[in-house]
């Protein structure tokens, strides 16, 4: 659960720490106190979406801080490496600054906003005051009922025939062209395929031809720079070379080595030369006549070259990429020339696909069926609860629209119908549900779905828009009876559901020193009774309205107590 929250510099709270603790937390405050800032710093700090407008004006940064405490064995900490520390306490940090950058951390280490929006996923829900919206959405209904029938398997193995089917139909299109077309690209291609096999390329010839190319231009420099090294050691009939003086010197260096220790290292040495110098001599020879250039070779380079850059400019930039390109284009003629036997094939395959697509969505839709009624007779219940026992909500099916009657989807339409009076033929939701209606249907459905999900952690910011009387009591009470397995945290402006709390915090707007300041108190019983009247009421506080109150709150404790 979250157990702490530090807000820092986020719009009009400078400074906050709330400690919230298991069951109900109720906020409740003026409009436009600051109550949905508190909601959108845990969003933060879950990794939502964030602004730098966020950031209080006059501050440096944003910083939010959240403690999660008695958590489950989430998926995303064996996936990640992360997790709680030894005590089980998982610390969140969030750092938004003036450029738009975010710092994220947990207990200390960093990771990404993406990390951290997964993990609070699987950490909280939020709902927020404009979920209802969603309800009105015909196209968010069939993800409401495959998360509610868990049909994530049977929708994963659907969609990967559907893509298999896709990608056949795709290779088909391809290939399905009008004849003045075929003839036309026929035509190209067999120009171009005639053009690259009359040059003959081979893999890594432009290389070596500008290589050869610049040796041979450079032929005359070369040739004389080598014979001029190979004079220089080995010399000629008139003028010895170095290799030669270096024997002279090694011969005359030999008397004296039998006298002196130092003359026979120094011969050393000098036997060493002459045998490099010998031995460079020979290299350098065979270099020079290892030089074969014969008469016009340049000019049949140059007009290889010519050739290929001609080519080059048209398939490739490289030898290795017009290759390629041939091949592709071997390859397209003979798709376009066997085009009709390929179609055939082709068809089979689309046929089995199609079959197996069809096979698994007929099976999807068999476990969408199963989820509906299941679906039905929880929202019925849930309604009856949220005192709508005479409305009838219905999942309705029709069959898709489209190509072979499917699409990424499956094969289902899905949309929700209600009844909100007896008698009353089913109608879709956003044609007759009113604003107090939605929110309670909204409410069913998210306790419905939370069921079935890990998250320990449930946030209604002003869910119950449009609700008041009787309504609003049995919206608290509902509250109260998801409180007793998950931890809830509810931004309200109605009594009824704010008496219902376990915990109840104040959030209260104030001017110092001219600057806007948002605090939040946690109240203790006088000081919730206050502001129940408050809310109740309105600024005048009267005694009757204190009273009823305290009514209110003894209610609440006795409805818990069940």
């Known amino acids: 659960m979250l157990s702490l929250l530090h807000i820092e510099n986020i719009a009009v709270i400078e400074s906050a720490d709330i400690q919230f603790d298991a069951g109900f937390n109720a906020l409740t405050g003026e409009t436009g106190a600051g109550k949905s800032i508190v909601v959108d710093a845990i969003g933060a700090i879950t990794g939502g979406r964030t602004s730098r407008d966020l950031i209080r004006t006059g501050a440096k940064s944003a910083r939010v801080e959240a403690s999660f405490t008695d958590l489950p064995d989430l998926p995303w900490f064996a996936g990640s490496g992360m997790g709680p520390d030894e005590d089980g306490n998982l610390l969140l940090q969030r750092e938004i600054q003036p450029d738009g950058k975010n710092v994220c951390r947990l207990n200390g280490r960093l990771l990404t906003v993406a990390q ?35 049909l994530a398997a049977p929708l994963a193995d659907y969609q990967a025939a559907y893509q298999a089917l896709g990608a056949i139909r795709r290779e088909m299109e391809s290939l399905q062209m009008d004849e003045a077309e075929k003839s036309r690209r026929m035509d190209t291609l067999q120009y171009q395929i005639a053009e690259l096999e009359r040059a003959e390329l081979r893999p890594g010839e432009d290389g070596a031809l500008a290589e050869r190319r610049n040796l041979l231009r450079n032929a005359g420099k070369l040739i004389e720079a080598v014979e001029e090294a190979h004079y220089a050691l080995s010399g000629d009939d008139d003028s010895p070379g170095a290799a030669a003086l270096l024997a002279d010197a090694e011969r005359s260096l030999s008397s ?29 020879r065979d270099l020079r006549s290892g030089f074969d250039f014969e008469p016009g070779e340049l000019d049949e380079i140059e007009g290889r070259l010519d050739v290929i850059y001609r080519l080059r400019k048209k398939y490739g930039d490289t030898v290795e990429e017009m290759l390629d390109y041939l ?57 009856r609860q949220l005192d709508m026992p005479k409305v009838k909500f219905l999942v309705d099916f029709a069959p898709k629209v489209g190509e072979d ?40 459905l998210k306790n419905v779905l939370a069921e079935n999900e890990s998250v320990t952690t449930l946030v209604f910011d002003e869910v119950d828009t449009g609700v008041s009387g009787r309504a609003a009591q049995k919206v608290a009470q509902k509250m109260a009876d ?13 009594p009824q559901i704010a008496a219902m709390a376990d915990v109840h915090f104040s959030v209260e707007k104030g001017e110092r020193k001219g600057r806007t300041y948002t605090a939040v108190e946690r109240l203790d019983r006088p000081a919730r009774q206050r502001e129940l009247a408050r809310l109740a009421a309105g600024a005048h506080v009267s005694a009757a309205a204190l009273e009823s109150a305290g009514e209110l709150l003894d209610a609440a404790e006795q409805y818990k107590k069940q």
Request: contains cysteine; hydrophobic residues 40%; charged residues 30%.
């Open 405 to 444: 009657g499917l699409d990424p989807t499956g094969m289902d339409e899905v949309q929700f119908l209600m009844s909100a009076n007896v008698g009353e033929d089913p109608r879709p939701i956003q044609k007759i549900a009113s604003g107090g209606e939605l929110a309670r249907i909204m409410l069913a």
């Open 327 to 383: 091949e592709r284009c071997r390859n397209e003629l003979d798709q376009i020339q066997f085009a009709g036997d390929t179609l055939a094939r082709l068809e089979k395959k689309r046929a089995e696909a199609l079959k197996t697509a069809r096979s698994r969505a007929e099976a999807l839709s068999h476990a969408r069926h199963t989820a509906a009624k299941a679906l039905e007779a929880r929202i019925q219940d849930e309604l």
């Open 116 to 150: 951290l929006r997964e993990l609070g996923r699987q950490l909280l829900n939020i709902h927020g005051q404009h979920d209802g919206q969603q309800l009105l959405d015909e196209r968010c209904h069939l993800d409401y009922l495959d998360s509610f029938g868990a």
């Open 482 to 494: 998801v409180a007793r397995h998950k931890q809830v945290l509810c931004v309200t402006h109605l």
């Open 256 to 284: 004296a080595a039998a006298m002196s220790s130092e003359a026979a290292q120094l011969l050393e040495q000098l036997a060493d030369l002459r045998c490099t110098a010998d031995d460079l001599a020979e290299q350098v």
